[in-house]
């Protein structure tokens, strides 16, 4: 069984922080590159980050400098800590791996109020 499961979001003022948590079963960790999206309502899904079996990461540039993605290779985990939250910043986020197969998880919203 593949699967990824989201945890971490909620609501949070402008300015703060949220750390997002995306476990993963069902696949080679520590080979998959693993990345964040986020869809706002009304939007297309967009790519938030990005990292690779060896530790590269790239961003959206949206959010460079704000958020880091990380991954716990012994957990099986992927990261994204979100600092100086925006307002735009505002959608569901959604892990995501396309190794063996694309596989999604369900979503965890932000809100982030002004």
């Known amino acids: 069984q593949l699967q990824l499961v989201e945890s971490g979001g909620g609501l949070v003022q402008a300015g703060g922080s949220l750390r997002l948590s995306c476990a993963a079963s069902?696949?080679?960790?520590?080979?998959?590159?693993m990345a964040w999206y986020r869809q706002a309502p009304g939007k297309q899904r967009e790519l938030v980050a990005r990292?690779?079996?060896?530790?590269?990461?790239n961003y959206a540039d949206s959010v460079k400098g704000r958020f880091t993605i990380s991954r716990d290779n012994a957990k099986n985990t992927v990261y994204l800590q979100m600092n100086s939250l925006k307002p735009e910043d505002t959608a569901v986020y959604y892990c995501?791996?396309?190794?063996?197969?694309?596989?999604w998880g369900h979503g965890t919203p932000v809100t982030v109020s002004s």
């Open positions: 990292i690779t079996s060896s530790f590269r990461t």
């Open positions: 069902g696949i080679i960790f520590s080979i998959n590159t």
């Open positions: 995501n791996t396309n190794q063996p197969v694309v596989v």
